[in-house]
Nanobody
Framework: QVRLVESGGGLVQAGGSLRLSCAASGRTSSGRTFSTVHMSWFRQAPGKKREFVANIRWTDGSINYADSVKGRFTISRDNAVNTVDLQMNSLKPEDTAVYYC???????????????????WGQGTQVTVSS
């Protein structure tokens, strides 16, 4: 079973930066390892639906971002140590949310923005941006 553990959240002032990390362990139900699953970050603010933030595919390394974070956030993965990071710069109060990493073991990951396609989730880490 894949286990995902997020870290790095906290309280930061607007304009500041945080770096989130997601550590993966175990294998998927079909025996896949971290290096062969697509990884994404989602976030959920109080009273709102969980929303897509960023995605990185294992097949070709392609990356996608939500429009709201483009140019400010950077996703990266290190298959040698089974981690996926989210560097967040120029943070805004509206970035306040619980941030989750998620893994998708499908081959195409075409609907990377849809939380329902993801098979494994971490417990989340709180990010609070003060104005």
């Amino acid at each position: 079973q894949v286990r995902l553990v997020e870290s790095g959240g906290g309280l930061v002032q607007a304009g500041g930066s945080l770096r989130l990390s997601c550590a993966a362990s175990g294998r998927t139900s079909s025996g896949r390892t971290f290096s062969t699953v697509h990884m994404s970050w989602f976030r959920q603010a109080p009273g709102k639906k969980r929303e897509f933030v960023a995605n990185i595919r294992w097949t070709d390394g392609s990356i996608n971002y939500a429009d709201s974070v483009k140019g400010r956030f950077t996703i990266s993965r290190d298959n040698a140590v089974n981690t996926v990071d989210l560097q967040m710069n120029s943070l805004k109060p509206e970035d306040t949310a619980v941030y989750y990493c998620a893994a998708d073991e499908s081959f195409y990951n075409s609907r990377y923005y849809d939380s329902q396609i993801y098979d494994y989730w971490g417990q989340g880490t709180q990010v609070t941006v003060s104005s």
